[in-house]
């Protein structure tokens, strides 16, 4: 797909290699008769990140969920690790869905036993699924929670453990919906870089979705706009990004990056790089410092 393309009509593509999501011309009605997905073409490569952005109720819960196969198309093509995806396909266990409501995925008596349970449902052995679940704990800093019990716990804290549920199973593919919502800074960069780490030091691939756009603009490698079901554009996040019209039409906001870089270039450009993360803004800024008179 070529970048930052505005994706009208629909198409039936061939499968990519790496690719380990397809979805093509998906489509989904709520049993009330809502119709939350229109066409929807999407795809996940290999290592790579991928963020879904959208506004409240364009769709991404609805996308993701059908990610590893737990909601079927009934319309459209779903290929999931080369698998076709139909109504009677199970859930695919590789691949880890972070769910947006945290108190539909924890339900055990303790945390431990919350975390443990996907790796026991996976095959683990009790002592390795234990050793799973201790150390999905720990990566995530929430070794703390180990012996709580779920009903008890906050918002954020069910979120981290939710997380540290799908983490424990060794997934090759995480798909995490909202991951950080509810969480404090401290835990939500700490999630934030662990997913980061999987992608780059495990060659995970991992799917976000979210409304958070600075977090886009940290993490993606490519982006998928949705608005009212419908993909509307996908792309890099500078393509993306720079692109007033698109994040108009999805009722989305610039990340803080591109916003201030607007404001100091007042509509003109200071250089042919154009920032969409703060850590990008500050070099541009220092190269800008450094090179002014004194
Ligand atoms: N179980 C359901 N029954 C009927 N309609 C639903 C159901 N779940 C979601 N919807 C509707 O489907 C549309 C897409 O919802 P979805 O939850 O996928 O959006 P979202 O992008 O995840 O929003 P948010 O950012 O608020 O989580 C919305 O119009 C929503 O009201
Ligand atoms: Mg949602």
């Keep these: 797909m070529s970048n930052d393309k505005q994706l009208s009509a629909c198409e039936f593509r061939e499968l990519e290699e790496d690719e380990l999501i397809h979805v093509d011309c998906l489509e989904h009605v709520y049993p009330d008769g809502t119709s939350s997905l229109h066409n929807v073409c999407f795809s996940l490569f290999k290592g790579e990140i991928v963020v879904i952005c959208g506004a409240n109720g364009a769709g991404k819960s609805t996308l993701v969920e059908h990610l590893n196969g737990l909601v079927k198309p009934k319309v459209g093509r779903l290929v999931v690790l080369g698998q076709e995806v139909t109504q009677k396909t199970g859930v695919i266990t590789e691949v880890g869905l972070v769910f947006q409501d945290s108190d539909s995925q924890v339900f055990a008596p303790t945390v431990l036993d919350d975390v443990m349970f996907g790796p026991l449902n996976k095959g683990f052995t009790a002592d390795a699924a234990r050793l799973a679940a201790i150390c999905a704990l720990e990566r995530i800093g929430a070794a703390h929670l180990t012996n709580r ?28 919906d909202e991951p950080t919502s509810d969480l404090d800074p401290f835990h939500s960069r700490q999630i934030e870089s662990v997913l980061f780490e999987l992608k780059t030091d495990f060659r995970i691939s991992i799917v976000i979705a979210t409304h958070d756009m600075d977090l886009a603009a940290r993490i993606a490698d490519r982006i998928y706009v949705i608005a009212e079901g419908q993909v509307i554009a996908t792309g890099t996040p500078r393509d993306i990004f720079y692109n007033k019209s698109v994040l108009a039409r999805a009722n989305l906001n610039e990340p803080t990056a591109v916003r201030l870089y607007k404001r100091l270039c007042q509509g003109g450009s200071a250089s042919d790089f154009k920032p969409v993360k703060e850590h990008d803004l500050v070099k541009l800024l220092e190269g800008v410092i450094g090179k002014a008179e004194p």
């Design 149 to 176: 019990i779920p009903y008890y716990l906050s918002r954020g804290e069910k979120r981290l453990v939710a997380i540290a549920g799908v983490l424990a199973m060794n997934p090759e593919v995480i798909v995490a």
